[in-house]
Every structure is written in structure tokens, then in C-alpha cells.
């Protein structure tokens, strides 16, 4: 399936500081781009959400953001995810009012077609709020329970520092606007780069650090670059060749894995040292870490 770049359609001024001023500017931008992607299919209205998302969040980001913490001084949030999430979810409430919507901002709406959107409006947003530009804004589209969909239908990440968006499936092999990405090739593990994250809460548990040191002691490289939609549009198009966290929230798993499993890659999750661990490469790289996490559970015991 060929799925046109997609073009900005709206425009964000200085944001005003009253809260209702500022939603109200929301909705106007929401209205606009509603009445201009009424007609749009599925694919297209993925990848338009998530372009028209990032770049208001990167324009807020220029005229100044506020930050506040939600569980840890890494865990945080800006009025820019807000904004973002407010934008993609009242554009998908009128576009399709029948779908479910799950953001990591708080956004529920249950859904009567049986098919959800899960929304990540700023992943990587401790990146975001430090003046880093690798973040992404990302989405999905499932049939079924987010945690354990019957079907994953596609996945949309964009990447405003660099333009780029990434958009494929199962069923719709990956692109990166609009120009197809090659299938992955099966390389062994001690020839990939690993993209990764460990909090460092977590290294003080051993159970934990064991499963994750089996795995990243094997590696020809680790990277450990905070956004994981964009890490996994990385595996996708093999600038990283595998990646590996653990509980890691569906909005943060399901856009990129769909993009791997349209470039022919293999996603996994996978229990050890207590916890779920999510997994992504080409058919190999996987199956080497399934191995090496469970070498370390039978080390435990």
C-alpha cells in the first residue's frame, strides 16, 4: 500500500497563558483540521494526526513550555502533551466517533466499533522538556484490548527535528514519507546495536539488572536514548538493531512495534527477573534474547 507524504495542515500561534484561552485555541486548530481530513482514510488521518501533533508541541516548545513531575524527576509532563493529546483526541471524537481513544495523558473514551486509537502525543517527553529533539509524537490503531489487541492495525510516529514520519503494520509494509523501508535481514546479536533503557531504580534490583545484563553484556553496542517509538522507527529501518525495556506502556510499544512487524521484524514480550520485557528485531536477534533472558531466570533458580 502507497500512502502519500502528508503535508502540515494547521498553524499555532503564541499560545495565551489562561487556561481556557489556551483550550479554546486548541479546539479552533482541532476544528480546522477536522474540516480538512473529513474525508480522509485511516492511513492518511493516522499520519496527519501525528505530523500536525508534533509540530505543536515543538512550536510550544519554542515560545516556552511549563514542566511538572509525575512519579520521578525523569517522569514528567509539559502543556505541550496536553495540548497534543487534547488536539489528536477531539480530532478523532469527530472524525471517528464510534472508535475508542487511550492517551498516556489521561484521555478514555471507550469505543462501540470495537477498534481503539492509543495516543502517545510527546514520547519522550524528559528529552522534550531538556531542549532534546529526540523525541516523537506516536499512535496506534488497534482491534481489541490495547494490552492484548486482536489485531494491531498500524502504527504513525513523527519525528518533527527531523521530519521524518514513519507509518506501516502487520498487513502494510513500512515507510518513511511515503518511501518504502527494506525487510530486515537477520544479524546476530553480537553484531547489533541495542536500543534500551533502564531506569536506575532498577539497578539495585538484582533479579532485574541480571536479565537485563544478560542481554546488553552481549551486544556489539548499547544505546540509551529516552523515546521509545523513535528507538523502534530505528529498528525498523535498521539504524538500531534491536531494542529491548521492560513494562513498557502500550502507547510507548504498540506504534513502533507495528512499524517493525511491517519491515518483516519479530515482537516479543517476554517474563524474566520479575518483570515483562519488550523485544524487537529482525527473527534472530529476538530469539537470541529470548534465550539470553531465559538462561537468567534458570540462573535464578
Not at 153 to 175: D, E
Not at 251 to 278: F, M, Q, Y
Request: charged share 15%; hydrophobic share 40%.
Amino acid at each position: 500500500m502507497h500512502i502519500p507524504a502528508v503535508q502540515g495542515t494547521i498553524r499555532i500561534m503564541t499560545a495565551p497563558k489562561n487556561p481556557t484561552e489556551f483550550n479554546t485555541m486548541i479546539d479552533a486548530v482541532t476544528k480546522t483540521f477536522v474540516i480538512a481530513h473529513d474525508q480522509d482514510t485511516d492511513e492518511h488521518l493516522a499520519q496527519a494526526l501525528v505530523f500536525n501533533a508534533g509540530r505543536l508541541a515543538w512550536r510550544m516548545r519554542e515560545a516556552g513550555v511549563q514542566t511538572e513531575q509525575k512519579t520521578s524527576i525523569s517522569d514528567v509532563v509539559t502543556d505541550a502533551d496536553h495540548a497534543a493529546e487534547r488536539f489528536v483526541a477531539g480530532a478523532l471524537a469527530a472524525l471517528r466517533p464510534e472508535d475508542g481513544i487511550v492517551g498516556e495523558e489521561g484521555t478514555n473514551a471507550a469505543s462501540t466499533s470495537g477498534r481503539t486509537w492509543v495516543v502517545d502525543p510527546v514520547d519522550g517527553t524528559y528529552n522534550f522538556s531538556c531542549g532534546s529533539d529526540y523525541w516523537c509524537s506516536a499512535l496506534a490503531l488497534v482491534t481489541g484490548d490495547p494490552s492484548n489487541p486482536e489485531q494491531l492495525h498500524f502504527g504513525a510516529v513523527h519525528r518533527p527535528a527531523m521530519g521524518y514520519t514513519w507509518f506501516g503494520g502487520p498487513g502494510i509494509p513500512t515507510t518513511r514519507d511515503a518511501k518504502p523501508l527494506p525487510e530486515l535481514h537477520d544479524v546476530p546479536l553480537s553484531h547489533t546495536g541495542l536500543g534500551t533503557y533502564l531506569h536506575p531504580t532498577y539497578l539495585g534490583q538484582v533479579e532485574v539488572r541480571n536479565a537485563w545484563l544478560s542481554v546488553s553484556t552481549r551486544c556489539a553496542s548499547i544505546r540509551m536514548l529516552g523515546a521509545g517509538s523513535v528507538d523502534l522507527a530505528g529498528v525498523a529501518e535498521g539504524t538500531l538493531g534491536a531494542w529491548m525495556q521492560h513494562s513498557v506502556a502500550d502507547w510507548d510499544w504498540l506504534p513502533g512495534r507495528a512499524l517493525v512487524e511491517g519491515v518483516g521484524g519479530t515482537c516479543l514480550t517476554i517474563p524474566a527477573g520479575g518483570v515483562t520485557w519488550h523485544v524487537a528485531g529482525n527473527a534472530t536477534v529476538v530469539s537470541e534474547i529470548q534465550h539470553a533472558l531465559s538462561e537468567s531466570m534458570s540462573a535464578v533458580e
